[in-house]
């Protein structure tokens, strides 16, 4: 089944990535431990869900 668009409207607002020139330290750290948990976490379930061997 074909699909015509006549018409399609977008908004887009630009925002900045890098952080604010006033970000503290303390917010730095836990975002940096943050990703730290989740990468662990990942290589958990990651180590959890391997098959034997060479299986995978």
Known sequence: MAVHVDEM?????????SPAAGTSKQA??????SIR???????RD???T???GYDD
Not at 28 to 33: D, L
Not at 37 to 43: F, L, P, Y
Request: charged content about 30%; glycine content about 0%.
């Open 9 to 17: 409207v977008s908004e887009v607002t630009a925002e900045s990535d």
């Open 28 to 33: 730095q750290w836990e975002e940096q431990a």
């Open 37 to 43: 948990s989740t990468q662990a976490q990942i290589a």
């Open 46 to 48: 990651r180590f959890r």
């Open 50 to 52: 391997a098959a034997e």
